[in-house]
DNA sequence: GCAAATGTAACAGTAACAATTACCGTTACC
DNA sequence: GGTAACGGTAATTGTTACTGTTACATTTGC
């Protein structure tokens, strides 16, 4: 299966339009940078757009730009806005409720897992756009010397 | 597709396991307060047992049994040993070296990605089979009200 | 030997995903 | 008004990961 790289699309997209704000990018453009199709690139975008995070303009001389400065925007946005809310990964069938295990088990993994992913989220909305670049601003400097 | 439920299974499994150390568990009968198939459960078992957490037995009267206290093994042992460490979730393809964000966007996403999911890992290390037995007590006596 | 158990390979069915094609709606410019 | 350059989106395809299942070999105790 192709792996789900939606995440790491809108990152990408967000951070090449934090560092060219003076005009909107196309998709087409966009999609050069990441090396993809341009619908792909649409289809992030417009996901972005429904959360407000970009805003984009149809016809001629249209294209994409941020909504909010790069230091107003968390990859915990980006990562909210792409990859839409899924229940946590448990049973397929339920289980046995027969069992005591069986009959408790779904909802203390539920807490368990809900309290892990939200751990990570934590971890990710502590890193805005601007964060991502000035490290590639960074590691861009290091690869010219 | 059927969804990721390898981890579920392993806890399930495990609280089983602690919940039942007087005599070895046949794969049969935990399957069947998993509500599973046998071969599923002897799949997680079979990487449990790699992992040293859980020891089988073959032949008649033969089953599986925690290798460890249920206080001594943690809900990140069970998710490392069924889910294998994959790669961050980045691009499929490799982007535009030619465009300075596809030139360096992808060890940073790495960096990111991997500090979030520590934070994941750092929560599950919190939480022992043991705690999940005495959570499912709890909920099995204010059932039993 | 036989019965009961694990271990594992092989296969089918299903679902998720990226990539692609095609087409529609929108907008600026001539 | 026509046209070209855009975004928006539905539909399709190919691929992959996963569970669930069957089948069979292996092990073990009686």
Redesign the pocket.
């Given at each position: 299966?192709?792996?789900?790289?939606?995440f790491a699309v809108a990152v990408h997209v967000s951070t090449v339009l934090a560092m060219n704000r003076e005009r909107p990018?196309?998709?087409?453009w966009i999609a050069s940078s990441v090396n993809?199709?341009?619908?792909?690139v649409?289809?992030i975008?417009?996901a972005l757009?429904k959360a407000g995070l970009v805003k984009?303009?149809?016809?001629?001389?249209?294209?994409?730009v941020l909504a909010r400065e790069p230091e107003a925007i968390s990859l915990l946005d980006l990562h909210r806005a792409v990859d839409e809310l899924e229940p946590p990964p448990t049973h397929?069938?339920t289980p046995n409720a027969a069992c005591p295990v069986g009959a408790h088990i779904v909802p203390v993994l539920i807490d368990i897992i809900s309290r892990a992913e939200q751990a990570k989220e934590a971890e990710l909305a502590k890193i805005s756009v601007a964060d991502v670049v000035t490290q590639i601003r960074a590691r861009a400097a290091v690869a010219a010397e």
């Open positions: 299966m192709a792996r789900n790289c939606r990018a196309t998709s087409d993809t199709n341009a619908v792909v649409r289809r975008l417009s757009s984009s303009q149809r016809g001629i001389a249209g294209g994409s397929n069938q």
